[in-house]
């Protein structure tokens, strides 16, 4: 675990600028839903959890899933179907 902290630590850097460009503060998230694989690690899931305050992770949904679901989303926005489309996903 000492070994690897600085890439642990690294996971976190897109959670801090998704939070900077989207001009949100940690405080203002509802839910922490766990994407891609280094979210199953535990180091990683423990250093979200502690970021966000001792917010409780939502581990419900699968990392991979969550990932495809994020790029259909996607295709259909870029895609100019978006809109009504993407609600009923």
């Known amino acids: 675990e000492e070994l690897n902290m600085d890439l642990f630590r690294k996971c976190?850097?897109?959670v801090e600028k998704c939070l900077r460009d989207a001009k949100m503060d940690k405080s203002s998230v509802d839910d922490v839903v766990l994407v891609g694989g280094s979210t199953r690690i535990p180091k990683v899931q423990q250093l979200l959890q502690d970021f966000f305050n001792g917010k409780e992770l939502c581990k419900s949904i699968n990392p991979d899933e969550a990932v495809a679901y994020g790029a259909a989303v996607q295709a259909?926005?870029?895609?100019?179907?978006g809109n009504e489309k993407v609600q009923d996903l």
Do not use: R, V
């Open 12 to 14: 976190m850097d897109p």
């Open 76 to 81: 259909a926005i870029l895609s100019g179907e």
